[in-house]
DNA sequence: GTGAAAGCGCTAACAC
DNA sequence: GTGTTAGCGCTTTCAC
């Protein structure tokens, strides 16, 4: 490396384009050019142009660009929490994607707190992102509202609902149960229980409560029994008591961290799965495949959603123009935690 | 909520501060003094602005606030990845302790590449971020150059090394493989061997082997057999095979994920831990305790981590001063998948 | 207390 | 092709 505070800039912050225009002896306008990659600018100059921006060390203040050009070049998201690996996977595919197409992520976790999602749309308007993602579809007035009025473009994610009235990048939470239930019950499965995630303020839980209703009662069948637990292998194993003392031969868990601890429940007391009871779970995390027995679950593309998110996102700018939505499928895995009986 | 575009900013775009002075029949320093909460306005006054704010549904420009201040109010975070739950905990905890404190956060991630790396972090500087976290201790000259020219105040998580040069939030990563060696040796386990990480590029990885193999020592023995594997559980159970026929007593492995793989493999080959074969992980994820059987590891403070980094880069700002480290500690967490011998 | 004016670092017309 | 001139939307002296 070079040393940097070359002469020029004498006095003190951070290098700035005009320092450069002054010591290439050109207008800010032609750095701007060559920065920017405009092609009315002569090689020659061009190169000068490069070495002092080199010489000086000078890096672009992208705030001031974003100003001058009302373009932030940002996407936003907030998203319930990151330590759940569906959401995690999902913004990490978010962002390369973004990244990829020359767009930032600015990120911010809402703890599942509608109230606090609202106070955090707020800002990221405020930050002036140009696109956002959200997850699921229920979230305060307040929330809609400033989203409407600032004309703010974004995807909800993590569901598929036509009649949201948003634009959804996800799947149908309760259509994914269908499947589900319609697999354990052509098992053999009759008495079905479900140990679903909490479904306050959370309506991906309660698209598969329901889609879990749904499709039972289609099959002349109601839920054996039913209880919700928080997002936890520990709190699952203690939720599911009550609902193993039912005497469930089938047990739908509201997703796979849930369904572990009813795995570890069930065989505490002695009871063995698939041929006792049944257990299910929903998400596909990388573990499920190997546990003992290996859980018959559904896939959520979590890396494609991410994805698809920001490509919606981005392409609706780019295009000037509203998000679309777009619809992923669900895939259901059937592994040893489920027999046919 | 009351209808938005009312009179006033008769033309396009968002309403501005000039949009609400004009309004409320003031100038716009007064606009930005009620706003900043400045103590020199006549509360008659602040409340006609306040008014003209709700009126016009005004949400101030962060960007042209941030410009005019030299204070971004945003920091910065590359990773390598979101998909390790030890990562995104500390995220999660890193983005709460940030926005506690007023701050928003730019997060990106490398890839465990070393020349993305160096490009994020000089984007991050480009976006001016006033605070950076990045992980490890391992990186390009390109990147310290970047960082030391711009004076960018950062913190190195996930490591701490006080001969590394930069701040370090994190433990020692050797040194907390010396009491899961001490532990597994105390056990009475002779034949060591471990499945790490892969170590290129990373430092954790190396540091973690590197102080198996010195504690090892230590104690007269060497590693009985050794190889690495990439972070799943598929690829681990591959990479065990070759161990596993070594005829060690005892796994360490470079992290639970790892461990996992070995203990489906270690069970497939009918050996019995912790009776034919002790197995040992290191992270202490919330799944390593519900395990059959639980595992034996090193527990890891990502939540403490991401706060601690904030902390100690928000501090550093707001005090006007360099970056400090911060020690945070391991702890053996000793389960069933170890015993006395 | 409040307003006028001068920027923050950049881009975008518009001249030349 | 290149320079000049206005801003982008905000904060911050400095007068009054």
């Known amino acids: 490396m070079t040393d940097k505070r070359d002469n020029a800039n004498s006095g003190t912050g951070p290098v700035t384009q005009a320092d450069v225009a002054r010591f290439a002896n050109v207008s800010t306008a032609t750095v701007s050019r060559v920065l920017n990659g405009s092609s009315l600018v002569r090689p020659k100059v061009r190169e000068t142009v490069e070495q002092a921006i080199a010489q000086l060390g000078y890096v672009p203040n992208e705030g001031a660009r974003a100003l001058a050009r009302r373009r932030s070049n940002t996407l936003g998201a907030i998203i319930p929490t990151l330590n759940n690996a ?70 909800c994610a993590w569901a598929y609902d036509p009649a949201a009235g948003a634009p959804n990048v996800g799947f149908d939470n309760a259509k994914a149960m269908y499947d589900l239930v319609d697999h354990v019950v052509d098992c053999g499965y009759r008495k079905i229980a479900m140990l679903a995630a909490m479904q306050a303020g959370n309506d991906r839980a309660q698209q598969r409560v329901q889609g879990v209703r749904a499709r039972l009662a289609h099959h002349g069948l109601k839920l054996h029994a039913f209880a919700e637990t928080r997002y936890s292998v520990q709190w699952a194993k203690k939720a599911v008591v009550r609902i193993l003392s039912s005497g469930a031969d089938a047990i739908i868990c509201g997703n796979d961290v849930i369904a572990y601890g009813v795995l570890s429940s069930v065989k505490a007391k002695a009871l063995t799965v698939p041929r006792d009871i049944a257990v299910v779970g929903f998400d596909d995390l990388p573990l499920s495949a190997d546990l003992d027995p290996a859980l018959t679950t559904v896939r959520v593309p979590a890396h494609q959603m991410g994805q698809r998110a920001a490509l919606e996102l981005l392409n609706a700018i780019e295009e000037d123009r509203d998000v679309r939505g777009y619809q992923l499928e669900t895939h259901l895995v059937i592994r040893d935690s489920t027999m046919q009986l």
Do not use: K, W
């Open 86 to 155: 569906m959401f995690a996977a999902g913004m990490n595919a978010f962002e390369e994607e973004a990244r990829q197409n020359g767009y930032g992520l600015f990120i911010s976790v809402s703890n599942y707190d509608a109230a606090q999602e609202s106070f955090l749309i707020r800002q990221m308007i405020e930050r002036g992102v140009e696109g956002l993602l959200l997850v699921g579809n229920t979230r305060m007035d307040e929330a809609r509202d400033l989203l409407q009025q600032s004309a703010m473009r974004h995807v």
